[in-house]
């Protein structure tokens, strides 16, 4: 009996290791932008330096990147998750950012009507419905969601914002807005001045 419960536990751990070790090898090879993150917001949180430094394809970097567009235009690409700052001679400086999830996705042309440093944040009746725990109002701060900078877009309820949920990154998770990690919303805060061209498509061609 004992030796027959041995090889019954032997079989089960060998079991979860072989769950554990595909689920490893499927995240090793996702495809930038093909999840959704199911993850309520964490007002008050504040993250270490060691969780918002990004590595990998989400980390900010200058690519080859063609487009008729004038430097200092921003394209941002919705399906694989990243935000282009458009430079000069086919280049230009690529963020990793979150985006919305199934239902909030959205693309359109819009510019930068303004720009905050430290925003407050007042989540919307929407978002206090689905998550009916949310302070209905937060002073900007470390902690803060909308985390060190925040650029409006147009007249939307939409932002270019930072965040205190670094493990967002590259994945379908707001209600709309787009999010960068604290060190990237200040670079791309300083960089753009109100009144920036905005393109929001599906999917960039490069």
């Known amino acids: ?101 199934d239902g909030f996705q959205w693309s359109g042309l819009q510019k930068i009507s303004r720009k905050l440093e430290w925003p407050d944040w007042r989540p919307p009746p929407e978002m206090i419905e689905r998550q009916p725990y949310l302070p209905r109002f937060m002073a900007g701060g470390p902690g803060n969601p909308l985390g060190a900078r925040a650029m409006y877009l147009g007249g939307t309820v939409y932002r270019i914002h930072g965040t205190n949920q670094p493990q967002t990154i590259g994945h379908a998770v707001s209600s709309g807005c787009f999010r960068l990690v604290n060190d990237d919303v200040i670079d791309l805060y300083d960089r753009v001045p109100v009144g920036t061209k905005v393109i929001i498509k599906q999917a960039v061609a490069l």
């Not at 963020?95 to 919305?100: A, K, T």
Request: charged residues 20%; glycine residues 8%; neutral net charge.
């Open 1 to 101: 009996m004992r030796v027959r419960a041995r090889l019954f536990t032997q079989v089960a751990l060998g079991a979860a290791l072989a769950i554990l070790a595909a689920a490893f090898a499927q995240a090793a090879t996702a495809v930038p932008g093909q999840d959704e993150m199911n993850i309520v917001d964490q007002p008050g949180y504040q993250p270490s330096p060691e969780e918002e430094q990004l590595t990998g394809a989400y980390e900010k970097q200058e690519v080859f990147f063609r487009s008729t567009e004038a430097p200092g235009t921003i394209i941002i690409d919705t399906k694989d998750r990243f935000l282009y700052l458009v430079q000069p001679n086919s280049r230009a400086l690529r963020y990793g950012i979150g985006v919305g999830r």
